[in-house]
């Protein structure tokens, strides 16, 4: 197993609200997305891929989903503490996160940073957006061309910190040699398609080089918001 990672602010911001864990020797990978503003947001993200880097020593011997939704529980209980006693309120961030071995990818999730599979043939998003503009589209109230652009295409409907308790979405994948794992922020997301992403990754050579152009091509389209990938390939 390789991975590769970036995060980069952007052509936009000033700072960067994104955190990034990649851990190939475990297994282990997440991005995060800041929410609530500029110094709650980078605090948020950062704290939520903390958790997970203290709990990375549990992943080999226990169940990868009860581990990584405990993960997950305990960075929406860390957030939402650290907001009511710093006075942080409305701090929280996304995050998606993956531990793979050989034979399977496990991912839990929450917000709208996604995961990807795919390999030279095919490409499917593992994750869904819990936006209101996702909830919109899914219940047949507006087009995808619509949701391209619409003007609430950034409200964030679940995320960790904001309230007492949380619903991750989680499942697993099976995957094999020649098969790649992205996550990634809405920064990239936004800005490219899946099957751009799959074409950059398969053409390029080395996953150094993949996730540098692909930054650089969501950089170069306006880079609106903090870009942030990790690229993951089963060898």
């Known amino acids: 197993m ?3 990672f970036l995060s980069h602010v952007g052509a936009v911001r000033k700072n960067n609200e994104d955190a990034v864990y990649c851990d190939a020797i ?13 110094r709650y947001g980078e605090l948020a993200s950062a704290a939520a891929v903390q958790v997970l880097a203290e709990k990375s020593g549990c992943f080999p011997g226990g169940d990868p989903k009860e ?19 710093k006075g942080y309120p409305g701090m929280g961030t996304t995050m998606t996160a993956a531990y793979a071995n050989e034979q399977k990818i496990y991912w839990v999730h929450v917000g709208d940073s996604r ?6 043939h095919e490409v499917r998003k593992l ?3 819990h936006t209101l503009v996702e909830a919109l589209l899914r219940d047949g109230r507006i087009s995808p061309e619509e949701a391209a652009n619409h003007p609430q295409k950034h409200v964030i409907t679940r995320s960790l910190g904001l309230e ?12 094999q040699s020649g098969d790649y794992l992205l996550l990634c922020t809405d920064g990239l997301h936004n800005l490219l398609e899946p099957e ?10 080395n996953l150094r ?3 540098q152009f692909m930054a650089e091509q969501a950089y170069n389209r306006g880079g609106y918001d903090n870009i942030s990938l990790v690229l993951i390939a089963h060898d």
């Open 2 to 4: 390789r991975a590769e």
């Open 26 to 38: 475990r297994g282990l990978f997440a991005v995060a997305d800041g929410i609530g503003g500029r």
């Open 67 to 85: 581990v990584m939704r405990e993960v997950f529980y305990q960075a929406n209980d860390t957030l939402h503490q650290l907001g009511k006693r």
């Open 115 to 120: 995961a990807y599979w795919f390999n030279r």
């Open 127 to 129: 994750t869904e957006d």
């Open 164 to 175: 007492t308790l949380v619903a991750p979405d989680e499942g697993e994948f099976d995957w």
């Open 196 to 205: 751009e992403m799959k074409e950059i990754t398969i053409r390029a050579a």
């Open 209 to 211: 080089t993949a996730v």
